[in-house]
Nanobody, 127 residues
Framework: VQLVESGGGLVQAGDSLRLSCVIS????????LGWFRQAPGKEREFVAA???????SYIDPVRGRFTIARDNAKSTVSLQMNSLKPEDTAVYYC??????????????????????WGQGIQVTVSS
């Protein structure tokens, strides 16, 4: 199973970035997906999640600025980040919880729930 992130970089406050994560080696449509981030000296934190059926959750600091989406045809989960702030600076990770069945309404915000992780991608927002 591989999760490959792209789209990070160095931007100024107020700018936008779009992170993408292509997932292979697993049945994408049976995965719940999430994005996490880890800032220097801090623990990894949940950012956003999307269930198999498209139910979405965000942490309060990013709600209204970030948008998570999934494209089952392309086996891709994305994170559109607008109005970026210096406090958004972190390494961002995509994650997948695989082999799910049922109605697809459940999303996961606990990192321990996820089976697979990307390598992480740096996002730096300058003030």
């Amino acid at each position: 199973v591989q999760l490959v992130e792209s789209g990070g970089g160095l931007v100024q406050a107020g700018d936008s970035l779009r992170l993408s994560c292509v997932i292979s080696g697993v049945t994408f449509s049976r995965c719940a997906l999430g994005w996490f981030r880890q800032a220097p000296g801090k623990e990894r934190e949940f950012v956003a999640a999307i269930s198999r059926g498209g139910v979405i959750s965000y942490i309060d600091p990013v709600r209204g600025r970030f948008t998570i989406a999934r494209d089952n045809a392309k086996s891709t989960v994305s994170l559109q980040m607008n109005s970026l702030k210096p406090e958004d600076t972190a390494v961002y990770y995509c994650a997948a919880k695989a082999n799910l069945y049922g109605t697809g309404t459940i999303f996961y915000s606990d990192a321990l729930d996820y089976d697979y992780w990307g390598q992480g991608i740096q996002v730096t927002v300058s003030s």
